[in-house]
């Protein structure tokens, strides 16, 4: 079984800084692209940033130049850097992370529990 702890959301004036966090634990293998989503009321989940084993990184257009994906693969944690950050940032952020548990199996897509991002203009 593989769990994933995000924390870093909050409360934040426009124009503000938070960082996310997700880190995966449990019976993992390897890891491979690791990336966060977002949901804000009445949308669909949209992929805001995504980084691959290798470290190539992928973003929405909306959110380039003002948000930096990173990885700690020893600690099997993804970040996310947010800046200058806007009201229609607003959105519950979930981490998904790709884990091999054995070199058996394929791997598989793991969600963490979401954490809300709130962004006061």
């Known amino acids: 079984q593989v769990q994933l702890v995000e924390s870093g959301g909050g409360l934040v004036q426009a124009g503000g800084s938070l960082r996310l966090s997700c880190a995966a634990s449990?019976?993992?293998?390897?890891?491979?692209?690791m990336g966060w989503y977002r949901q804000a009321p009445g949308n669909e989940r949209e992929l805001v940033a995504a980084i691959a084993s290798g470290g190539r990184t992928n973003y929405a257009d909306s959110v380039k130049g003002r948000f930096t994906i990173s990885r700690d693969n020893a600690k099997n944690t993804v970040y996310l850097q947010m800046n200058n950050l806007k009201p229609e940032d607003t959105a519950v952020y979930y981490c998904?992370?790709?884990?091999?548990?054995?070199?058996?199996?394929?791997?598989?897509?793991?969600w963490g529990q979401g954490t809300q991002v709130t962004v006061s203009s």
């Open positions: 449990g019976s993992i293998f390897s890891i491979n692209a």
């Open positions: 998904n992370v790709g884990v091999q548990v054995s070199e058996y199996y394929g791997s598989a897509s793991y």
